[in-house]
């Protein structure tokens, strides 16, 4: 499985273009947690079997929770 182990630090591809993750661009953030199927989480694709879905907070003292989940192949590792 394509995934980040929790504590990992990332940051949002480059590639991934999509506008609703500008806020979050060039910020670290730290993966709380990793989904694996519709079982962990209702909004895993099952289509992406294989991807870890990815729970994120910002890497900053208040730790402030991210708004959204991410794929593996949507980040880059730090």
Do not use: C, W
């Amino acid at each position: 499985m394509n995934e980040y182990n929790s504590g990992t630090l990332v940051v949002i591809a480059e590639e991934n273009d999509n506008d609703s993750y500008d806020e979050y661009r060039n910020m670290e953030l730290k993966v709380v947690e990793v989904y694996r199927s519709t079982e962990d989480h209702p909004y895993y694709d099952e289509g992406l079997q294989g991807e870890g879905l990815h729970e994120l907070v910002v890497n900053n003292k208040d730790e402030t929770p991210v708004p959204f989940l991410l794929y593996h192949y949507e980040l880059d590792e730090v």
